[in-house]
T-cell receptor
Framework: DAGVTQSPTHLIKTRGQHVTLRCSPISGHKSVSWYQQVLGQGPQFIFQYYEKEERGRGNFPDRFSARQFPNYSSELNVNALLLGDSALYLC????????????FGEGSWLTVV | QQQVKQSPQSLIVQKGGIPIINCAYENTAFDYFPWYQQFPGKGPALLIAIRPDVSEKKEGRFTISFNKSAKQFSLHIMDSQPGDSATYFCAASAHQGAQKLVFGQGTRLTINP
């Protein structure tokens, strides 16, 4: 079975631009979460979606938004990119709300220049 | 109160040794404590996890020890191998509310041959 898949794997954007990152959860999983991992640090929680509804939001500015589609895939959007947004963006999925076991994808490396 | 503090930041052990990584938390609502292993350029992979109703859990060469009263938990790697060289993250989450992992800062482990 395929794990959590993310695209693109690497991308370079210019300050002020917009980026969309995509994620497909493990088949049968209904919960998708997004994390930001800056080099040398642990992942930081951005959003969680379950059954297409936002269930949690981390301490990130409104430039960050996300949504979940009927097939449970998800998009993370970041507007007005800053240099500090350069990071590995991780998508994670789990089977149900409150389920403990969370599986991560390989991530999307975003470089803002 | 949402923090998880992890130590040491880096650790070098000889092959066959037993590296120990420690984590501490403050939030008593945390009730799930996973450890993730991350290789360079990859997403975090779930290694082993524990709930506070047990004091120890072992899976293969990996063991979690949990001290609920001290709000501390640790990862032990038995018979360590050079292939175990990676960054290890402890994390914690609460059953209630958003499905959100709070990560420690990570430990870069090197196993010398």
């Amino acid at each position: 079975d395929a794990g959590v898949t993310q695209s693109p794997t690497h991308l370079i954007k210019t300050r002020g631009q917009h980026v969309t990152l995509r994620c497909s959860p493990i088949s049968g999983h209904k919960s998708v979460s997004w994390y930001q991992q800056v080099l040398g640090q642990g992942p930081q929680f951005i959003f969680q979606y379950y059954e297409k509804e936002e269930r949690g939001r981390g301490n990130f500015p409104d430039r960050f938004s996300a949504r979940q589609f009927p097939n449970y895939s998800s998009e993370l959007n970041v507007n007005a990119l800053l240099l500090g947004d350069s990071a590995l963006y991780l998508c994670a999925s789990s089977g149900r709300q409150g389920a403990d076991t969370i599986y991560f994808g390989e991530g999307s490396w975003l470089t803002v220049v | 109160q949402q923090q998880v503090k992890q130590s040491p930041q880096s650790l070098i052990v000889q092959k066959g040794g037993i590296p120990i990584i420690n984590c501490a938390y403050e939030n008593t609502a945390f009730d799930y404590f996973p450890w993730y292993q991350q290789f360079p350029g990859k997403g975090p992979a779930l290694l082993i996890a524990i709930r506070p109703d047990v004091s120890e859990k072992k899976e293969g060469r990996f063991t979690i020890s949990f001290n609920k009263s001290a709000k501390q938990f640790s990862l032990h790697i038995m018979d360590s191998q050079p292939g175990d060289s990676a960054t290890y993250f402890c994390a914690a989450s609460a059953h209630q509310g958003a499905q959100k992992l709070v990560f420690g800062q990570g430990t870069r482990l090197t196993i010398n041959p």
